[in-house]
């Protein structure tokens, strides 16, 4: 739970596929395979399996949520799901594959560091699957698969894997992609999923669960820039502690260290670490994303929301803004609307000034002329902001790049957005 | 926490005396120590709490130093809000619903932050870690807000409240891992120890004087452990020879049947009962 070890020992991924690729299959395959799935979650899917006439033990009913979606037969929504191998813990953001819910993907992908794309070995690059490479690309997921699903209806031919592997790899040189893996599997026999498939000798690459859990993650990180957006000021003002003043907060990037010279963003002061607690115990440097206390040498005016870097690499401070964002609701977004932004630890009002483009998530088109942003939509606009905004270009810094709006009238989260480098 | 503290008014602690609450009150000191804690802790006290809890929770809350406040069922039983169950598989555990809307509502809580893990149940999968509740406390799993990257949205309309669950990401093999890593202590009843147990529906009750044994029932001593703490009536125990949190965590690492399905009669009424009570406002 600190520092370097628990971070890198823990994977959090997110799944995409079109319906009936496989992908409820393919999780309720990696639960069972890492004894997740319990015996009587177990016991409970069997039931149902053998009620609907199902010819053999579902495993995609170990991933079923709630009962509409049972009911329906589909996943709606962004359900998690846990398991955990000898070397690592995973956290699975099961996201729909829809159409209609990049919303969900989005969602999903905000918070993976890689990114399950299932395809069917019948059907190859479908127009969802590019979609989906998209949005991975957008969200910048440092890390993607391929799983090659249903490799048994194909006669484990190598040959039909191949050609989509090329096919795939074609189209991920456009996108911004750093690391691509591709797996031929079966999520209903469990070759290449845990184990290796004997069926496959062709194939020499890693199983699905080596790669997740070997892929390097810890250099994923920014250890240059130093961003600590101030969470929460700790100021106990009892007999005990008359003058403790520590900023609290969660580290966003570099590394921080007593001693350091540091500017405090938007006021511009400088001063200096003089230490730093972590769970109330001094340490000796702090980085992403530990949770920690800062005690500065003078006594400035600090507060939420402000960010704290090092004086020769700052954030930026705007109130106009660039963004790519993903619009999340039934009404549409358009120029001139006012909206309540998060960014960080801190909230201001928006208007949106300027709807340069839609872009067209299957293609990657610019749609120049559109007027308005609709559900599931993704676009380029300009904000200006009530109050200046502390950042980093998405592309830099997940954390200091990445903002929500939120609607005003109903408290909705309306959009996910990604700030461009102003 | 801290988000929640800072977004919101006037946030409360769900506090049970179980392990995952426990865990919530050790975070909640690294949060704001050495301040106090920016909220009260709430407990939703059903009268048919194991005499352990109460005495741990009485003896955390004092080292602590934090204020607690306590919602009683019995209260709202004698206010007549809710009609008490009858029959040998009577149990109050649906009853805390309108004692914990009423305290939030008393109280003027907007927010209440709870140890549910999205692990334990798979209704609880989709929950959010700021998880909105409209004005009759309910549960939209349909209309929730999306949670993107750690950007949380507590805005509320008056009457609302959120849920919080800082806890959503553990597994309860985490959760152990994190109290001994942590040395926390705990209410003795998470041990082995030997108690006066009757079998029911394939499961262990601790005898209790809340719960009329049918016929064929009878008592016996064996040696057990809770997995969850619950109320007297409808959390049962495991035969188990783990003493200490050492035997805790190999047990529950070799575990083949999970924590609720194990342990909780209230879960098991229907295959959507969760989701149910989730729905109505239920923690
Ligand atoms: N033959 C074969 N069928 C599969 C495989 N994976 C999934 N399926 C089947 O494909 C169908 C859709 O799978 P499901 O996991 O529900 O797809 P989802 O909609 O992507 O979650 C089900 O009938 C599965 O049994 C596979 O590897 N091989």
Redesign the interface.
């Known amino acids: 739970m600190s520092g370097v070890d628990a971070s890198s020992e823990l994977l959090r991924f997110s799944t995409a596929g079109s319906v009936d690729d496989g992908k409820s299959t393919l999780i309720g395959r990696l639960l069972y395979d890492t004894k997740t799935a319990f015996e009587d979650q177990l016991a409970h899917v069997e039931d149902v399996s053998r009620r609907r006439g199902d010819e053999r033990t579902n495993l995609a009913l170990l991933t079923d949520g709630l009962r509409a979606e049972r009911e329906q037969g589909i996943t709606i929504d962004v359900a998690y799901r846990y398991f955990a191998t000898p070397r690592r813990k995973f956290i699975i953001a099961d996201t729909p594959g829809h159409i209609q819910y990049t919303r969900n993907m989005v969602t999903g992908a905000s918070t993976a560091s890689l990114s399950i794309i299932l395809v069917d070995a019948r059907h190859g690059l479908v127009e969802q699957s590019r979609r989906h490479a998209f949005i991975a690309s957008l969200l910048r997921i440092p890390h993607v698969v391929f799983a090659v699903n249903k490799m048994d209806l194909v006669g484990w031919d190598e040959a039909t894997f191949r050609r989509i592997e090329a096919e795939f790899r074609d189209f991920a040189s456009r996108l911004d992609i750093q690391d691509v893996a591709f797996i031929p599997l079966s999520a209903l026999t469990g070759a290449n999923v845990a184990t290796r498939a004997a069926e496959m000798p062709w194939y020499h690459g890693p199983t699905l669960l080596y790669h997740l859990e070997t892929v390097h993650i810890s250099s994923d990180r920014n250890l240059i820039d130093v961003r600590f957006p101030v969470q929460w000021v700790i100021r106990p003002q009892s007999d005990e502690h008359p003058d403790y003043r520590g900023y609290a907060g969660q580290v966003a990037g570099g590394v921080l260290k007593p001693g350091d010279e540091v500017v405090i963003l938007p006021s511009g002061r400088t001063t200096t670490i003089a230490s730093i607690e972590q769970a109330g115990a001094p340490i000796d440097a702090a980085f992403a994303p530990m949770s920690v206390t800062l005690h500065l040498t003078d006594d400035v005016d600090v507060s939420r929301g402000d960010m704290i870097c090092r004086p020769n690499n700052r954030a930026q401070v705007a109130q106009v803004l660039d963004a790519m964002i993903c619009w999340m609701t039934d009404k549409p977004l358009a120029t001139k609307n006012r909206y309540a932004l998060k960014h960080t630890t801190r909230w201001t009002r928006a208007i949106v000034t300027e709807l340069m483009y839609r872009l067209d998530v299957n293609t990657g088109h610019r749609v120049q002329d559109a007027t308005q942003l609709e559900l599931n939509d993704l676009g380029r606009i300009r904000l200006r902001t009530t109050t200046p905004v502390i950042y980093d270009s998405y592309a830099r810094n997940r954390t200091t790049g990445s903002f929500i709006l939120v609607d005003e009238a109903t408290n909705e989260t309306v959009a996910a957005g990604m700030l461009v480098a102003g | 926490m801290?988000?929640l503290?800072?977004e919101r008014e006037r946030p409360c602690l769900l506090f049970s005396g179980g392990k995952d609450s426990i865990v919530l009150l050790r975070l909640a000191?690294?949060?704001?120590?050495?301040?106090?804690f920016p909220f009260p802790l709430v407990h939703v006290d059903t009268g048919h709490n194991f005499p352990e809890t109460i005495e741990f929770r009485d003896r955390c809350v004092a080292s602590l130093g934090e204020r607690l406040i306590i919602a009683s069922v019995q209260a709202s039983i004698d206010r007549g809000r809710v009609t008490e169950e009858t029959g040998p598989r009577a149990s109050r555990n649906r009853l805390q619903t309108t004692t914990l809307l009423d305290a939030l509502e008393a109280h003027e809580f907007d927010a209440a932050i709870g140890g549910a893990r999205?692990?334990e149940e798979?209704?609880r999968?989709?929950e959010r870690i700021f998880s909105h509740r409209d004005e009759f406390g309910q549960w939209d799993?349909?209309n929730?807000?999306?949670?993107?990257?750690?950007?949380y949205?507590g805005?509320?309309?008056r009457g609302e409240h959120l849920r919080v669950f800082p806890l959503?990401?553990w597994?309860e093999?985490?959760v152990w891992?994190?109290i001994q890593?942590e040395q926390i202590p705990l209410p003795d009843i998470y041990f082995a120890h030997r108690r006066e147990v009757f079998e029911r529906d394939g499961m262990l009750y601790a005898a209790n004087p809340f719960v009329k044994l049918l016929p064929s029932e009878q008592i016996r001593v064996e040696q057990v452990r809770f997995r969850t703490i619950g109320d007297m009536t409808c959390t049962g125990a495991i035969r188990s020879a783990a003493t200490t949190l050492d035997d805790v965590i190999a047990e529950v690492a070799a575990?083949?049947?999970?924590e609720r399905?194990?342990t909780r009669a209230d879960d098991r009424f229907t295959?959507?009962a969760m989701?149910d009570r989730k729905r109505e406002g239920y923690f």
């Open positions: 801290r988000e503290a800072a000191e690294k949060a704001f120590r050495p301040a106090r999205r692990d798979r209704a999968a989709k799993p349909k929730q807000r999306p949670e993107l990257w750690a950007l949205n805005r509320l309309k959503s990401n597994t093999l985490d891992e994190y890593l575990a083949r049947i999970t399905g194990a295959e959507a989701e």
